[in-house]
């Protein structure tokens, strides 16, 4: 498990989104503080020029009758406008008015206007001065940006304090609960319901997402779960095929099929032991193809290997099924084991062996030839006192007189004269 501390996603998110609306309201307050200072500029200009365009007529004709009292009057009125500070006005006679705080002459801005003569003419009676009082436009332009900054940033705190509520209640709440219960939950509850505690709405969000995932999957574990005992049995089943395949490659011969010696040697004690304890008889045929080293030597080893499959396919059709059983000894060597059969009986299956591999084994070599070939068969039956090896000694005794003898015939040995049958 990571040492790197605890951030809950919506701890994360408040924070980006917090700097996300200071961010925002440093942007629209901005821009709104540049609005707000052409429309007020815009409109302190035009306030201005409302006053003189007021107060020109009646000045106009104050000095045309030269009635001073009401040039003073109609500056007085003008200087009841906050925004101008000093008023000159001049007379075309050389006569000056003023009013207002002569300081801000050199300070403030300066509009000029022309007093025209109360009569149809181009000819100006005297020039009207307003000084304007640049301090009452920054005192309300600052006074604007701060009422501006407080209204976004109130919004901006509303905004944020909404959006926090919102991340705790439908993010941190249900993700800290599945992280506890994720983290809480052991082997033998993996089947165990989720829930969560989400807020009652008809939206489907990725926690609704992520909730149905845990149920899809707590479903697929319960139904493993019931499907254990079958699934075992299934690989049990499966297990013991595997395990009588390799039983049943480890005592059968590749190239022929038949059992190898192995088995052979495992197998033959308990029809030796089954035959004395019943008093059963059993017999064996040891066999031996004719010449097969001259066959691998002249035509190969792939020529003698079908000689092989051939051989025992042919000896294989002369049995009884689930009763007798042949075993590849060594090399061109067969032995038939005949439970439940007597010296001539075995002695006759080994007459029709000998007869089928001479007249109907055929083997196709390379040339497009056949080849033919004849085997030689040992028949011995057990004895009281026999074992594997006297038994498996006697037959090979009997195989060896019918390879001596001429090959192609089967050579019995009991406790009788041999008797030889040829075809």
């Known amino acids: 498990m990571t040492s790197t501390p605890l951030q809950p996603i919506a701890s994360i998110l408040i ?23 052409n429309s007020i500029e815009k409109n302190f200009n035009a306030t201005i020029n409302d006053v003189a365009n007021t107060h020109l007529p009646l000045l106009s004709v104050a000095i045309w009758d030269i009635e001073p009292q009401t040039i003073q009057k109609q500056i007085a009125l003008m200087l009841k406008n906050t925004a101008i500070g000093f008023v000159t006005i001049k007379a075309s006679t050389g006569q000056e008015f003023s009013g207002g705080n002569a300081s801000l002459s050199t300070t403030g801005k300066h509009m000029v206007f022309n007093i025209p003569a109360p009569i149809q003419t181009d000819a100006a009676v005297g020039t009207m001065d307003l000084v304007v009082d640049r301090s009452i436009l920054q005192q309300e332009l600052i006074q604007n940006f701060v009422i501006v900054l407080i209204e976004v940033f109130l919004l901006a705190v509303l905004i944020l304090f909404a959006v926090v509520a919102i ?26 319901q989720l829930d969560l505690d989400l807020p009652h709405t008809q939206s489907y969000s990725e926690i609704n997402l992520v909730l149905d995932g845990f149920h899809t999957m707590q479903k697929s574990i319960q139904e493993h779960i019931r499907n254990q005992d079958a699934l075992v049995l299934e ?73 092989l499959i051939a051989f025992a396919q042919c000896i294989k059709s002369e049995l009884r099924a689930e009763i007798d059983w ?46 033919k070939i004849t085997a030689s068969f040992g028949v011995a039956q ?24 001429g090959r192609n015939q089967v050579q019995p040995k009991n406790h009788s004269p041999f008797l030889a049958y040829s075809k």
């Not at 980006?16 to 609005?35: A, E, G, P, T």
């Not at 395990?243 to 059968?252: A, D």
Request: hydrophobic fraction near 40%; charged fraction near 30%; glycine fraction near 4%.
């Open 167 to 192: 991340l705790r209640r439908d993010l941190e709440r249900p993700m800290r609960q599945l992280a506890t219960y994720v983290k809480n939950i052991q082997a033998d509850q993996l089947s165990q």
């Open 235 to 307: 690989r049990t089943m499966q297990l013991e095929k595997a395990m009588e395949s390799l039983k049943l490659l480890s005592i059968t011969d590749g190239l022929t099929g038949c059992y190898n010696r192995l088995l052979f040697n495992e197998r033959l004690p308990g029809e030796i032991y089954r035959s004395t304890r019943y008093e059963r008889d059993l017999s064996i045929i040891f066999c031996d193809i004719d010449y097969f080293k001259k066959v691998n030597d002249k035509y190969g080893h792939s020529v003698g290997d079908k000689v």
């Open 382 to 405: 057990k004895n009281s006192k026999d074992n594997l090896d006297s038994l498996v000694e006697r037959a090979d005794q009997c195989l060896y007189i019918a390879k001596t003898g």
């Open 15 to 37: 924070k980006r989104v917090f700097k996300w609306v200071i961010l925002c309201v440093i942007c629209f307050s901005s821009i709104q503080v540049w609005l707000n200072y």
């Open 326 to 371: 042949i075993v590849r000894y060594g090399g061109e060597e067969f032995i038939v084991v005949l439970p439940e059969t007597s010296l001539k009986s075995a002695i006759d299956a080994a007459q029709r062996m000998c007869i089928n591999v001479k007249e109907k084994l055929e083997v196709l070599i390379a040339n497009g030839e056949t080849l």
